[in-house]
């Protein structure tokens, strides 16, 4: 048996995922064990600060290094201890780490996630991958979205043109080709919860709006979702990428402030929703215009409000979940990253440069062995 964790903490900061799964084969990934684990009160509110400021003491960064990375340490342990799997039988850890700042473009590109590796290795004692986008953004490559690769080994079909959504705090699109003479396309589409959790919470004081009951008791303000929807992001050509960093509550506000008119806070709610549905679903039109079915995963899975409007705008397609695929749609991120840790163990490449743009297919992360190594 081949065991790997993945851990994944996204742009929603709702939590750190982490998924035990087995691997037989590069195409192979049977999910053995999942669960997501509260921040600490604490540390969730030092790294929500250090990304929506974009600026910290450097004391502050590094302690939030250290303690993201014992928690995750923390985390990967739990779940160990809810299966029958001897600890030193998982090969390796593949965490993504939190983002607090992505630059994909400039003279000096760089992404940067914290949760620091040498602490995970240390106290998990597992040999632990991580920083995974550097090495295809010295490439030149985005450096995002990375799931692609994983979406193509597990989920492309000989006879279906398929197209994954990830919906987590970004959306991102990996179209799927039936053939494969044609080019895979994946990128960020643009804010997926990110926009809806943070004004919900900042009206109803609460991470989420549960199954989108709040945005479905509001209307559209079609002018305002014009408005948004002309933001430069949405005009640029792909590959690109984005993050928290740039769609916050300060791009909303700045946008409501351009806009003018006054609106109840529901009916932006229901407007950000729509907005994360029509950039979504111009962008397969765009993109895939073959596409033979969708299948959505991410927390954007659960909003059935968000669902059928996605149905309503890609009414010539069925749009399901990957669980019509075989994998939970809450566990793809997570069980992306322990394929890639796979990869990276095995010496295999794991970006798609025709994703990213980088100039060529690389091995990416660092690797930080377990201490128990001969």
């Given at each position: 048996m081949s065991y790997y964790i993945g851990v994944m903490s996204g742009t929603s900061l709702d939590g750190i995922d982490v998924a035990l799964v087995e691997n037989t084969?590069?195409?192979?990934?049977?999910?053995?064990?999942?669960?997501?684990?509260?921040?600490a009160p604490e540390l969730k509110q030092g790294l929500k600060t250090l990304i929506e400021d974009q600026h910290c003491e450097l004391k502050k960064f590094g302690e939030l290094d250290i303690s993201l990375g014992k928690a995750i340490a923390s985390a990967v342990i739990k779940l160990i201890n809810t299966t029958n799997i001897?600890?030193?039988?998982?090969?390796?850890?593949?965490?993504?780490?939190?983002?607090?700042?992505?630059?994909?473009d400039g003279q000096h590109p760089f992404s940067l996630q914290i949760g620091n590796a040498n602490v995970i290795a240390e106290l998990t004692t597992i040999t632990t991958?991580?920083?995974?986008?550097?090495?295809?953004?010295?490439?030149?490559?985005?450096?995002?979205?990375?799931v692609p690769a994983f979406h193509k080994a597990l989920f492309q079909h000989p006879a279906e043109n398929r197209v994954i959504i990830n919906i987590g705090g970004i959306s991102n699109i990996t179209a799927l080709p039936a053939s494969n003479s044609d080019k895979i396309i994946g990128f960020d589409t643009g804010p997926g919860n990110t926009l809806l959790d943070a004004w919900f919470e900042k009206h109803q004081h609460a991470p989420y709006d549960h199954d989108g009951l709040w945005a479905a008791s509001g209307s559209v303000n079609k002018d305002l979702l014009r408005l948004l929807v002309n933001d430069a992001y949405f005009q640029q050509a792909i590959?690109?990428?984005?993050?928290?960093?740039?769609?916050?509550?300060t791009w909303l506000d700045n946008k409501l402030r351009e806009?003018?008119?006054?609106?109840?806070?529901?009916?932006?709610?229901?407007?950000?929703?729509?907005?994360t549905a029509q950039t979504i679903a111009h962008d397969v039109k765009q993109y895939a215009p073959k596409t033979d079915a969708i299948y959505i995963c991410g927390g954007g899975a659960h909003?059935?409000?968000?669902?059928?409007?996605?149905?309503?705008?890609?009414?010539?397609?069925?749009?399901?979940?990957?669980?019509?695929?075989?994998?939970?749609?809450?566990?793809?991120?997570?069980?992306?990253?322990a394929w890639l840790a796979r990869q990276s163990i095995s010496n295999k490449t794991g970006?798609?440069?025709?994703?990213?743009?980088?100039?060529?297919?690389?091995?990416?992360?660092?690797?930080?062995?377990?201490?128990d190594a001969s």
């Amino acid at each position: 048996m081949s065991y790997y964790i993945g851990v994944m903490s996204g742009t929603s900061l709702d939590g750190i995922d982490v998924a035990l799964v087995e691997n037989t084969s590069d195409s192979d990934c049977h999910l053995v064990a999942a669960q997501t684990y509260d921040f600490a009160p604490e540390l969730k509110q030092g790294l929500k600060t250090l990304i929506e400021d974009q600026h910290c003491e450097l004391k502050k960064f590094g302690e939030l290094d250290i303690s993201l990375g014992k928690a995750i340490a923390s985390a990967v342990i739990k779940l160990i201890n809810t299966t029958n799997i001897d600890i030193h039988e998982i090969e390796a850890i593949g965490s993504h780490g939190q983002t607090v700042f992505h630059h994909p473009d400039g003279q000096h590109p760089f992404s940067l996630q914290i949760g620091n590796a040498n602490v995970i290795a240390e106290l998990t004692t597992i040999t632990t991958v991580a920083d995974f986008r550097q090495r295809d953004m010295v490439l030149l490559g985005q450096g995002a979205p990375l799931v692609p690769a994983f979406h193509k080994a597990l989920f492309q079909h000989p006879a279906e043109n398929r197209v994954i959504i990830n919906i987590g705090g970004i959306s991102n699109i990996t179209a799927l080709p039936a053939s494969n003479s044609d080019k895979i396309i994946g990128f960020d589409t643009g804010p997926g919860n990110t926009l809806l959790d943070a004004w919900f919470e900042k009206h109803q004081h609460a991470p989420y709006d549960h199954d989108g009951l709040w945005a479905a008791s509001g209307s559209v303000n079609k002018d305002l979702l014009r408005l948004l929807v002309n933001d430069a992001y949405f005009q640029q050509a792909i590959p690109k990428s984005t993050g928290r960093e740039y769609f916050n509550l300060t791009w909303l506000d700045n946008k409501l402030r351009e806009f003018k008119q006054a609106l109840v806070p529901q009916d932006i709610q229901a407007t950000l929703t729509a907005l994360t549905a029509q950039t979504i679903a111009h962008d397969v039109k765009q993109y895939a215009p073959k596409t033979d079915a969708i299948y959505i995963c991410g927390g954007g899975a659960h909003n059935s409000y968000l669902m059928k409007a996605l149905r309503q705008l890609l009414a010539h397609l069925p749009v399901t979940t990957t669980e019509q695929l075989g994998l939970d749609p809450d566990w793809v991120e997570a069980c992306a990253f322990a394929w890639l840790a796979r990869q990276s163990i095995s010496n295999k490449t794991g970006n798609l440069p025709e994703v990213t743009g980088a100039k060529r297919a690389t091995i990416l992360g660092g690797i930080y062995s377990s201490n128990d190594a001969s």
